[in-house]
């Protein structure tokens, strides 16, 4: 293997080989370094679609397939008049409702659930605020290998009806994603399932970086001035930090990184309550209550890269209510025609508060992540 992996907290580097979790020394997420990728423009011709195109910057052997449903590719959206609504004439939506299972996590799936696979696993389990759940599910599926989810019984119900729809073995439990977490690392060893959750395996954040490799080959291999992103336990934001900055090491970009914008619920902001008190790790938020369930994560193992992230590029960490990103998410889908989920929403609603604030100017390049698709969260009739 050319690449391996790096303590995001004190350094350590260890071997990539075999099955990976955290770092031994201090519990906390790896980072995949590539010390001896040349970075060839050229090869990101082989395929021309998805996010394995980029597969000089991935995991990946030369000659080995990914286990793939065709993530990734999703387009990068001129505004119309969402421009109106926010007031940000060089507004963009980066669109990942049309990944195979609906939402972002495909990406990041489709690279862990490859690695893993790779390196011997026989099964999975993973904790769920709902969409990694349907992703670990159809990529689990597409490999053969079966999956154990755990999931706030609050989770939406078409959430949950997709899990099952693509045969994970799905377990419901009163609370969070964090009580989910605790059985799935109790199945993990009773069971010797291999276990997915955020940050607690290395390659979802892989998968997750083509996103800033897909948004600056969009713009002509620029960069924006500002991405507006979501945060749940973060990989997103960290993943399209990491993938921003391999893109100018490697020099494809030139110039100033983006600004990094964070958006959280009221209703659970343990991120943007860090962020406001300067702190350098995030206190877990007691009680977590919102609609978005992708954001309903109370204490995220990434807190300091998130922090990190936002705070090295200029950005912020702002919070909007449930009524309010509810509200964004149903007027912007009526009328945009994009599909925006309620943490779509919640990006779309932190925009406008941020360009009120004078945090995003007029007439800058300002991407808004929507990170799924609505239509997982509506109960059909
Ligand atoms: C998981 C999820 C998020 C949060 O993403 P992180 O990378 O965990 O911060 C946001 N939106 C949707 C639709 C999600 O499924």
């Known amino acids: 293997m050319d690449w391996h992996l790096e303590c995001s907290d004190c350094g350590v ?58 993530e990734g590719g999703t387009p990068l959206l001129e505004a119309g008049r969402l421009s109106e ?31 893993a696979v790779a390196a011997g696993a026989k099964s999975f389990v993973l904790p769920t605020a709902g969409n990694a759940g349907v992703a670990a599910s159809a990529y689990g599926a597409r490999a053969g290998v079966a999956v154990r989810v755990y999931a706030p019984a609050t989770t939406p119900a078409t959430i949950l009806s997709q899990i099952r729809s693509f045969g994970g073995d799905l377990v419901l439990l ?11 690392r109790a ?14 395996e290395p390659y979802r954040i892989e998968g997750k970086k083509t996103l800033a490799l897909e948004i600056a080959q969009q713009l002509g291999w620029t960069m924006p001035d500002a991405i507006v992103y979501p945060t749940g336990g973060g990989t997103g934001l960290i993943g399209m930090w990491k993938g921003f900055r391999e893109l100018r090491e ?30 350098p790790r995030a206190v877990t938020w007691q009680e977590p209550v919102t609609i978005a369930s992708g954001l309903r994560v109370p204490a995220a193992l990434g807190d300091a ?77």
């Open 13 to 70: 580097t260890e071997s990539a080989q075999g099955l990976k979790s955290v770092c031994p020394a201090c519990g906390r997420p790896w980072l995949v370094r590539y010390p001896d990728r040349k970075h060839d423009l050229g090869e990101r011709d082989a395929n021309p679609v998805g996010m394995w195109q980029y597969r000089g910057f991935l995991p990946l052997l030369p000659g080995e397939e990914p286990v793939t449903l065709g």
């Open 85 to 115: 609504l926010t007031g940000l004439a060089g507004l963009l939506v980066k669109d990942e409702s049309s990944n195979p299972t609906g939402s972002f996590k495909s990406r990041g799936m489709s690279a862990a659930v490859t690695r």
């Open 174 to 184: 009163d609370g969070h994603i964090g009580d989910c977490g605790r059985e799935a």
């Open 187 to 200: 199945f993990a060893v009773s069971e010797g399932a291999f276990d997915l959750s955020t940050l607690r």
């Open 250 to 279: 490697a020099g494809w970009v030139n110039g100033k990184l983006p600004r990094m914008y964070s958006v959280q619920s009221d209703g659970c902001a343990p991120i943007v309550r860090a962020f406001n008190e300067g702190a």
């Open 305 to 381: 890269l998130i922090l990190e992230a936002v705070r090295d590029s200029g950005g912020a960490a702002i919070a909007v209510s449930d009524d309010s990103l509810a509200r964004t998410a149903a007027e912007a889908t009526r009328i945009s025609g994009v599909d925006f989920s309620p943490e779509g929403g919640a990006a779309l609603a932190g925009a406008v508060q941020l360009r009120q604030a004078g945090q995003l100017g007029p007439d800058e390049r300002v991407v808004v992540c929507n990170t799924g698709a609505g239509w997982l969260y509506r109960i059909p009739g």
